[in-house]
């Protein structure tokens, strides 16, 4: 990647970032999936309970494996072979797990998390109940405000989402959420400097 994306990329992260903590959000800027990797799991403690949102850029990650070992509690909704129930009931834990790690639609540079979901699960867990909240993010995410994070969420994010789950837009954008002021230290936002996820 050139230096003068690398500068900008950086610029906008920082720019987010500075927003975020206006609304007690922890905001971080790595340029890299490795380094992404890395400062997800300093930020969860061993022994954690973790619960997951469905999350393109999550997978791009490919942190699920390391949560599957046994220095940590997964409510794992991706298990293989797992029975529809079982994925549902990983979905309820996750509400009340230590750390909820997710994706996110768009986030503004006013510092705000824009999340259209299907049944509301994973915007449930970023709103309430888990302890920590570590939302994921690739650059391509960013937008400059709530009417364009709106319109990400349903012009790319849904859409590509309803091909993945051969549906329609509509079907899967059933709970708009704008995330903005939280709780002292519970939200982390890590923004990757590489274009990540839906």
């Known amino acids: ?9 950086e610029d906008m992260a920082n ?17 890299d999936i490795a380094s992404a990797r ?10 954690s309970s973790i619960g997951l949102g469905g999350s393109m850029t999550l997978n ?25 129930e079982e994925i549902e009931d990983a979905k309820r834990n996750a509400l009340l797990a230590d750390v909820f790690v997710t ?9 705000h998390l824009i999340n259209i ?28 405000d709530i009417d364009a994070g709106i319109k990400r969420c349903k012009e790319v994010a849904a859409v590509m989402n309803a091909r993945r789950f051969n549906t329609t837009p509509e079907n899967i954008s059933n709970c708009t959420v704008i995330i903005g002021k939280q709780p002292i230290d519970r939200m982390h936002v890590v923004i990757i400097g590489e274009v990540l996820g839906f």
């Not at 990647?1 to 990329?9: D, P």
């Not at 791009?60 to 529809?84: C, M, N, Q, T």
């Not at 915007?123 to 391509?140: D, E, L, Q, S």
């Open 60 to 84: 791009e990650l490919d942190l699920i494996k390391e949560f599957r070992s046994s220095k940590y509690v997964l409510y794992d909704r991706y298990k293989e072979g797992a029975s529809p």
């Open 117 to 144: 979901d299907g049944n509301g699960n994973r915007v449930a867990a970023m709103i309430y109940g888990p302890k920590k909240v570590i939302v994921v993010t690739g650059i391509n995410k960013v937008v400059s």
């Open 38 to 47: 890395r400062l997800v799991l300093d930020l969860i403690p061993e022994g």
């Open 1 to 9: 990647m050139n230096e003068y994306r690398l500068w900008y990329y």
């Open 103 to 111: 994706g996110t639609n768009a986030v503004t540079l006013d510092g």
């Open 15 to 31: 720019k987010v970032i500075r927003a975020l903590e206006k609304n007690n959000i922890k905001g971080y800027y790595v340029k």
